[in-house]
């Protein structure tokens, strides 16, 4: 399993995770509701997004891809 280690602080970020790879977290508000997308660079993980339910320190999600499934897990850190 990955974590994902994010900030809480409902900003956009550049994010790591605990097998070296990064990317970035975008956060957004559509139709009144929050958006955390979540895209990796060099195609390290599948990118996803959550909304504001799912997003919490602790959550374990599958990523359904093609070849494989990918289990992950969001860490918030300070």
Known sequence: ???????????SQNITCSDGSQGVLRV?????????????????????????????????LIVKGILEDERLEIKFVN
């Open 28 to 60: 957004s508000k559509l139709n009144n509701a929050m958006r955390y997308s979540f895209k990796f660079y060099s195609h390290a993980h599948l990118g996803f997004w959550l909304d504001k339910h799912q997003f919490y320190d602790g959550k374990s």
């Open 1 to 11: 399993m990955t974590i994902i280690y994010v900030h809480d602080n409902n900003q």
